[in-house]
């Protein structure tokens, strides 16, 4: 689900509207539960929203992560 919460982020970056309800919405559960589950694994939503503009920001310029 990691990596499919990712792909989300990356599709929804350039609009600039990234929110924990959008993403809870795409992948059809419960705000609160996604982020029980964010918790669960040591993250949160902002800390994989960075993560995900520092790899794109790596592959423009053609830095390897």
């Not at 990691?2 to 992948?27: C, D, F, H, N, W």
């Not at 918790?39 to 800390?47: I, M, N, V």
């Amino acid at each position: 689900w990691l990596y499919r919460l990712k792909e989300m982020i990356t599709v929804a970056l350039p609009s600039g509207r990234v929110s924990l309800p959008m993403i809870a919405q795409q992948l059809q559960c419960h705000p609160r539960a996604l982020q029980r589950q964010l918790k669960a694994q040591g993250l949160t939503l902002q800390s994989i929203i960075n993560d995900v503009r520092h790899a794109c920001r790596a592959f423009v310029i053609g830095y390897p992560l």
